[in-house]
Each structure stands twice: as C-alpha cells, then as structure tokens.
C-alpha cells in the first residue's frame, strides 16, 4: 500500500514537494493559514486541510511526515512527528542552528524513524553524472570548488519571513548559501578551516543579502562559494576541479538556465582539454527522485543521506561564518 504523507507547511515548498511524491499519498495538509491548506488538499482528491501540524504528523494513519514550514519551525515539527515513531523529510536547511536537530536526532534514535534532509540539489540529473563521472576516479585527486548561486529577490523582499532572523535565523548565507556548502562538502568532505563574509549590500534587512565563503580542508582543499540576493540576472555555477580534470555545471532549469554539465580532461601534454557537454533541458525532476530514494530509505531500513548529521554539518559551517562576522 502507498505510504500515507502529512505535510506541514503549504506554501510554495510544500507544493513542490506535494507534487514530488514519487507514488505516496497525501493524506494531510497542515497549514497555519487555512486557506493554503485547503488549497493544496482540493489539488490532491482525498487529503484532509488542517492548521493543527501537531495532530497532522502524529496521526497514527500517517507514516511520513514533511516538514516545509519556516525555518523556526522545521526542527520543533519534526521532531515531534519523529517522537511519535513517523519517519521525517525536513526541507533544508532543516533548522535554524545546529543544535536544534539534537532533539531530532534524538527522537528518531528512540523511535526508529529515519530522518532526510531535503538538499534536492544533489538529485539534478546535472550532479548524479558529475558525481558518477568523480567516483570513477576521472578527474582525479579533487584541488578545489568554485562555486556561485544568485537571485535579485523581489519587490517587498525586505518584508518577508526570510528578512526576520528570530524566524528565519540568517539571510542568503542560510538561504543558497547552505545549498552550496551542502554540495561542496559532498565532494570534499567536512572542513577544518572557515572564514568569509556576510555583507548587506541592496536590501533593507537585519540579514545578509550576500555571503562570500572561504573554506578549507584537513587535506588543504578550498571551496570558494558565493551566494548573493543581489545577482540580478538568476545564476547558478559549480566547478568541481581536480587534478586531471575538470567538471562545470551551470543553471537548474527555469530562469537559472538551461542545467548543462560540461567535462573538460586534461591530456597528458596538457593544452586545450578533451571536452565533453551533457544538457538537460526537460523539467527539474530533482524533488521526485529525491523523495523516491527516501521511499527507498524506507523500504530498506537504511540511513537517508543527506540526514541529520549532514545538515548540522552545513550549518556548523554557518554559524561560524556569522560568529566570525558579529565581532
């Protein structure tokens, strides 16, 4: 039978995941604004509306729960829903602080539930050929990451939940930026050094409408990252350079462009590198795919990954970055 799906928070994140299913079935939309909530139940025939999310991701006919609420509420949700023994796909950042997913944790360690974190990124079709083109060992020894990740924002942005730091715990560092850590860390592994910038450059808010970041390895591998909300033409760039290669990917679909990957090998006498394009021009199916590996996180009784400890990771990266700017 298809596994019943509460999901907490209808906006436009809890849409996206509820059209992402990959085959479960959406039995509960919970959402503080009833409006939303029976909206997104009148698209999906048979799912119930409600504004109480705590009786939503413990009712004892749901099985999963999806966290897609503000970031002040994703870790209080889930890890309520994860005491109750319901396994949990919290939308990333997953929280506003890492410490807030040790009572997470901690509930899914009693209960049983699994945990994933919704870093749909890893799931562009652009990213699984760049990761199996890596773990073949194509490019070798990986050197550094230079990555880049903008939008422009929008009128009244300054008036939104993510310009509220009580609610959303940072700006775009929090926002993208932890897209970019999320991926630079799934290639370089975890980082010893941190250092960077949170600047408020446009927009009129008690967050960073930019982050530049400067991160290292035990090994001496950098990731140098920018996010920005002042990038006024949507942008999204990620190289992955190692030793005998190179692999490049640009745009996610929609206004970020067409998702391309490009593999440049270097040849032994070196000059212009052999030259390899991928395009992808359909839809982003990056939600689906990644809700069906959780199904099969599921079915397998395995640890999700991305889960907790990867997201805490990310975020220990974070709050460093704007330790270091408070001073």
Same mark, same amino acid.
């Given at each position: 039978m298809p596994l019943n799906i509460a999901i907490a928070g209808c906006g436009l994140i809890g849409s996206k995941r509820a059209q992402a299913l990959a085959g479960a079935r959406l039995a509960?939309?919970?959402?503080?604004?009833?409006?939303?909530?029976?909206?997104?139940?009148?698209?999906?025939?048979?799912?119930?509306?409600?504004?109480?999310?705590?009786?939503?991701?413990?009712?004892?006919?749901?099985?999963?729960a999806i966290v897609a609420t503000t970031h002040d509420m994703l870790a209080p949700i889930a890890a309520e829903a994860a005491r109750a #023994?319901?396994?949990?796909?919290?939308?990333? %950042? !997953?929280?506003? *602080?890492?410490?807030?997913? &040790?009572?997470?944790?901690?509930?899914?360690?009693?209960?049983?539930a699994l945990v994933r974190i919704g870093f749909n990124h890893r799931y562009h079709r652009a990213f699984q050929k760049a990761r199996a083109i890596f773990d073949s060992g194509?490019?070798?020894?990986?050197?550094?990451?230079? #990555?880049?990740?903008?939008?422009?924002?929008? %009128? !009244?942005?300054? *008036?939104?939940?993510?310009? &509220?730091?009580?609610?959303?715990?940072?700006?775009?560092?929090?926002?993208?930026?932890?897209?970019?850590?999320?991926?630079?860390?799934?290639?370089?592994?975890?980082?010893?050094?941190?250092?960077?910038?949170?600047?408020?450059?446009?927009?009129?808010?008690?967050?960073?409408?930019?982050?530049?970041l400067l991160l290292e390895t035990a090994a001496g591998q950098i990731a140098f990252l920018h996010a920005s909300w002042t990038e006024w033409k949507n942008l999204f760039s990620f190289e992955i350079c190692g030793r005998d290669g190179k692999l490049e990917i640009t745009g996610l679909g929609g206004s970020y462009g067409t998702e391309r990957l490009t593999f440049y090998a270097m040849k032994p006498e070196m000059g212009p590198p052999e030259t390899t394009a991928w395009e992808y021009p359909g839809a982003d199916n990056s939600w689906e795919i990644e809700f069906a590996d959780f199904l099969e996180d599921i079915r397998l009784r395995r640890q999700p990954q991305p889960g907790i400890a990867d997201a805490q990771a990310a975020l220990r990266v974070i709050e460093r970055i704007y330790q270091e700017n408070a001073r």
């Open positions: 509960k939309c919970c959402d503080i604004d009833r409006g939303r909530a029976l909206g997104l139940a009148a698209a999906h025939p048979g799912a119930e509306a409600t504004t109480d999310w705590r009786a939503a991701v413990t009712s004892p006919d749901i099985d999963v #023994g319901k396994h949990v796909f919290i939308e990333k %950042p !997953g929280a506003r *602080r890492a410490s807030e997913l &040790d009572a997470v944790a901690e509930a899914a360690r009693r209960s049983g194509a490019i070798g020894p990986l050197l550094f990451i230079r #990555g880049r990740y903008g939008h422009g924002g929008r %009128p !009244g942005y300054e *008036r939104e939940w993510r310009a &509220d730091p009580a609610v959303s715990g940072g700006g775009e560092l929090l926002d993208q930026g932890v897209h970019m850590i999320e991926l630079a860390r799934w290639f370089l592994g975890d980082f010893t050094r941190v250092t960077g910038r949170t600047p408020n450059f446009f927009w009129k808010m008690p967050v960073e409408d930019n982050a530049f």
